[in-house]
């Protein structure tokens, strides 16, 4: 007799369901139960850490898979993420693509093997949402240390726990190990512009050469110059950057206050190291990060003297101004705009008759500036429309300065009381660093005799200690006091002769206008006359010729170049000016022909008497004897840069023009232009010839004369 088929079994109901409709409706089963394809994934953290970690975990890996009748896949079984955080996910390449090809089912892996789960991750939540997917993709996880083996959702769960339990505890070890380096005064994180790595562990030492462009930055924003000017006056002149290969910044320079970065900011350029101030934290993302200030109270400070590359009374100065430009953030202030073609001296001080700023924009190639009035600019809110030449304004106020200020008579008795203002401070100064340096040599001797009393004693009581503290606290503020007096020696003293000298610079200045300040003598001097020029109201009425300057100066920017204080009896001073309508396009030719005839009456450009016996015989036996005359006007005309027909005396024969043509298409300019640069003659040294090569292309050029 036939058994009868279990309930519950697939027998039972073999005559409604026959093997043919289960086989169509139901799955196979998952791959995991008979598959041994395997893939191993390896990670280290640390940068510190070395390839033959990887090495031993492989190996780690292999092995197990071995006694476990595991084969590696043959397309690639070794995944390997080197120096990665397991905290994080993203960053993870090669986690990554082990699960894009998890995903694909079949085609896939069946197992995989690791040294341990925390090398998948240090994350719980990771660690659950890579299990749990892998194992609703039929994928098992084999961990080789420990004797665990198969990880089942226990083992998930609590090696999770213990893996992100090991991250906290390093990181507080790493970050007390920090801190207590920290506390011995060694210096911790990247090394910064002007130093090197010392030879003991913690230590820099100064690199010369960047510790002078580090003083160098220093001095130029005490002087006023922009953090952008001296990027752009570093780059022109190729000095290398903190990054190297890229240029100079201005947020290299000035950094930013939130987070105290930047050269200007760095308390290590005077002596002083600080750590703990500011910490990485990453973002809701997990993938970028920002920086966090911590409070000032958990910073760990420490004097270095030996790393002092900045003076102390320029770090504070520094140190103000960067407060000050700080605290003026929230007023709007006219940009000044990076331009090659020439800086605006007076970049802020520009005003409207209307009282509104004036704005100043290029036409064209010119380098020349037009300067309106914004109001009527933006929406004709003034009756001023014309514009003005910027160069022609600037020539105007430094005329004014040359000729009316640096001449005042007032000047010579506003700089004899700055002198004696000067004394003053120098006498009260002296008096009490002689009284707080007695009464500190009182403390020291009360302390160093309370100290044999507390011995006869055999111990020290309270009321002595207490009263050591008080002494101790008196000596340090007295110590501070003396530390925070104004240093005489340091300020800017006067000298008379700088007065005639900043008129020449000045007169040289406006010939040379329109100037791209590009190098540190021109921004030093632009400052200064900023610093002197406190505004200028422009007024140029419709359908007047000319137009008019009220200019508002600071004496003592002269008198105490530099300070910021006053100086008593310097009190601001307007002048009005009233300036004609320029003639000439070039508003700088009465300096210029001024210049150039003193030049010529100095024969600054001429032949020398060694050069004239080199040429003698090739331009001396001429039919008209004015051979060295000649070839004097013609270096004149390269030097000078004016037409031939415009030649200061002795050069403004009416004839001269006609001669040098004549001069330069016979020949003769060349042959001893020849023989003057084989001989190496600084007369020619880089002289620009292009100017008679138009004269002698023009020649070839016109048609022959027909009789």
Request: glycine content about 8%; overall charge positive.
């Amino acid at each position: 007799m036939p058994a009868t088929p279990q309930h519950g079994s697939a027998e039972s109901v073999a005559d409604l369901l026959p093997e043919s409709w289960t086989s169509m409706h139901a799955p196979a089963p998952p791959s995991m139960v008979s598959g041994k394809r395997c893939v191993y994934y390896c990670r280290y953290s640390s940068e510190g850490q070395k390839e033959s970690s990887i090495e031993r975990q492989v190996e780690g890996c292999d092995t197990y898979a071995r006694l476990h009748g595991m084969t590696p896949v043959a397309s690639g079984h070794l995944f390997v993420d080197r120096g990665k955080s397991g905290f994080y996910l993203e960053g993870r390449d090669d986690l990554a693509a082990l699960l894009q090809l998890a995903r694909q089912g079949g085609k896939g892996f069946d197992k995989l093997v690791c040294e341990h789960l925390d090398r998948i991750s240090r994350n719980v939540a990771h660690v659950m949402r890579i299990y749990q997917e892998l194992k609703a993709l039929g994928i098992e996880i084999h961990v080789t240390t420990g004797g665990i083996g198969l990880v089942d959702d226990v083992h998930a769960v609590f090696y999770g726990f213990i893996g992100m339990e090991q991250r906290e505890r390093m990181l507080r070890l790493m970050s007390q190990g920090a801190w207590r380096s920290a506390l011995r005064g060694r210096h911790l994180g990247g090394i910064p512009y002007g130093y090197r790595r010392g030879v003991d562990v913690g230590e820099l030492d100064i690199v010369d050469m960047e510790a002078e462009v580090v003083t160098r930055i220093y001095k130029l924003f005490d002087s006023g110059v922009d953090a952008t000017r001296i990027a752009r006056l570093l780059n022109s002149e190729k000095v290398p950057s903190p990054s190297g290969n890229a240029q100079w910044t201005r947020s290299v320079i000035i950094g930013s206050a939130g987070c105290g970065s930047g050269i200007l900011r760095n308390p290590k350029y005077v002596g002083v190291y600080i750590y703990g101030k500011r910490k990485w934290v990453r973002r809701p993302d997990n993938v970028s990060k920002t920086i966090q200030m911590r409070p000032s109270n958990s910073w760990v400070y420490g004097a270095k003297p030996e790393w002092c590359i900045v003076d102390r009374d320029l770090w504070l100065r520094t140190l103000c101004r960067l407060k000050l430009m700080h605290d003026e953030k929230v007023v709007r202030k006219p940009r000044e705009r990076a331009s090659g073609k020439a800086t605006l001296l007076f970049h802020g001080r520009y005003r409207c008759v209307c009282g509104s700023s004036v704005v100043g924009s290029f036409r064209g190639a010119s380098a020349n500036r037009s300067l309106r009035c914004y109001a009527e600019f933006e929406g004709g809110r003034c009756d001023r429309s014309r514009s003005s030449s910027s160069t022609v304004v600037e020539c105007e106020v430094l005329r004014e300065i040359r000729d009316t200020i640096l001449t005042s008579a007032d000047l010579p008795a506003y700089a004899m009381e700055y002198e004696a203002q000067l004394r003053r401070i120098e006498e009260v100064v002296a008096k009490e660093t002689k009284e707080r340096l007695r009464r500190i040599a009182e403390l020291d001797d009360w302390l160093e005799k309370s100290i044999d009393k507390a011995i006869n004693k055999g111990g020290s009581d309270e009321d002595l200690e207490r009263a050591r503290v008080r002494k101790r606290a008196e000596r340090a503020d007295h110590r501070l006091a003396l530390a925070g007096l104004p240093n005489v020696a340091s300020m800017p003293r006067v000298d008379p002769a700088s007065f005639v000298s900043l008129q020449n610079e000045i007169d040289e200045l406006i010939r040379r206008l329109p100037m791209a300040a590009t190098s540190e003598a021109d921004l030093l001097l632009v400052q200064r006359l900023r610093g002197l020029v406190e505004k200028v109201v422009i007024d140029r009425p419709h359908g007047r010729e000319g137009f008019t300057l009220e200019i508002t100066f600071v004496p003592s920017a002269l008198v105490a170049p530099g300070s910021s204080g006053s100086v008593a009896g310097l009190e601001s001073i307007t002048v009005r000016r009233f300036c004609p309508e320029p003639k000439t396009a070039k508003a700088n030719l009465e300096e210029t022909d001024r210049f150039l005839r003193a030049k010529a009456a100095e024969k600054a450009f001429s032949l020398t008497d060694e050069d004239w016996r080199i040429v003698a015989d090739l331009v001396g036996k001429r039919r008209l004897d004015d051979g060295r005359w000649l070839m004097d006007a013609a270096l004149f005309y390269l030097r000078s840069g004016r037409g031939l027909a415009s030649l200061p005396p002795p050069f403004s024969s009416r004839v001269v023009e006609w001669r040098v043509r004549n001069f330069v298409q016979k020949g003769y300019w060349d042959l001893a232009y020849g023989a003057l640069v084989e001989a190496g003659s600084p007369t020619v040294r880089a002289l620009d010839t292009s100017r008679f090569s138009t004269i002698v292309r023009d020649a070839a050029n016109r048609p022959p004369h027909v009789c």
